[in-house]
Nanobody, 127 residues
Framework: QLRLEESGGGSVQTGGSLRLSCKASGYVVSSKCMGWFRQPPGKEREGVAVIRAGGVSPDYADSVKGRFTIDRDNAKNTVYLQMNSLKPEDTGLYYC????????????????????WGQGTQVTVSL
């Protein structure tokens, strides 16, 4: 059974950095899209970054472009999210997820296309 486990969250000040990790177990996810999503306090879950099976052409939410980087190590069955220049509005519970099917040429940004989720890791950015 596929399981995803996030780690690396924490509390930082504005301008700080964090690196999130998402380790998959029970299934090799190298052929699937992987995504990072977040749920800010009192708001709906939103897409942050997604990455294709081969690790090329990642896609980002406009709010994080230039600050966040998603990458994956298929040999370790792990996806990462490097977050730099963090802002208070980046605060939220961050989840990783894997797509339900194999996509060719793109990865969807809509969370409905992702079917296995981790438990989340909290990121808090203070002023």
């Amino acid at each position: 059974q596929l399981r995803l486990e996030e780690s690396g969250g924490g509390s930082v000040q504005t301008g700080g950095s964090l690196r999130l990790s998402c380790k998959a177990s029970g299934y090799v996810v190298s052929s699937k899209c992987m995504g990072w999503f977040r749920q800010p306090p009192g708001k709906e879950r939103e897409g942050v970054a997604v990455i294709r099976a081969g690790g090329v052409s990642p896609d980002y939410a406009d709010s994080v472009k230039g600050r966040f980087t998603i990458d994956r190590d298929n040999a370790k069955n792990t996806v990462y999210l490097q977050m730099n220049s963090l802002k208070p509005e980046d605060t939220g519970l961050y989840y990783c997820a894997t797509s339900a099917i194999v996509y060719s040429g793109y990865c969807p940004f809509n969370s409905r296309n992702y079917h296995v989720w981790g438990q989340g890791t909290q990121v808090t950015v203070s002023l």
